[in-house]
């Protein structure tokens, strides 16, 4: 999956969290903490979560990001700190999933994989 993330453009990024979160995300992710938990995973779900928010950061810096404003190849567009937020979180709850894919009812890691799930195949 990571060398699928690296090839998409940082403009195309956010569309990956782009989506409705309702009461079945909620509940996807609640359901994750509790196999985490269960699974004896604490650890491995906080490096990914780790390695997700340092990677959407880094892909921000690499591509001029500033606040209220970042640099995306030839174009200017508006980002945001929650925009960083909402596209780490998406990221964060794509890599939970797989790493408590053996667990997990399939729902719940379709729903916590999102989009992601088109860069896992």
Do not use: C, K
């Not at 209220?68 to 508006?78: E, F, K, L, V």
């Not at 596209?87 to 729903?111: G, K, N, P, Q, Y």
Request: zero cysteines; hydrophobic letters at 45%.
């Amino acid at each position: 999956m990571s060398r699928n993330v690296d090839h998409i453009g940082l403009d195309q990024l956010p569309m990956y969290a782009a989506r409705a979160l309702g009461h079945d995300h909620q509940q996807a992710v609640d359901n994750a903490e509790l196999v985490m938990i269960e699974t004896a995973r604490q650890a491995a779900v906080a490096e990914a979560r780790r390695i997700a928010w340092d990677y959407i950061e880094r892909r921000f810096a690499e591509g001029g990001y500033r606040p209220g404003i970042g640099i995306t190849g030839w174009t200017t567009a508006i980002t945001s700190g929650e925009d960083r937020a909402r596209l780490a979180t998406s990221f964060e709850e794509a890599l939970t999933a797989i790493i408590l894919e053996d667990a997990l009812d399939e729902a719940d890691v379709d729903e916590l994989l999102g989009a992601w799930a088109s860069l896992t195949e």
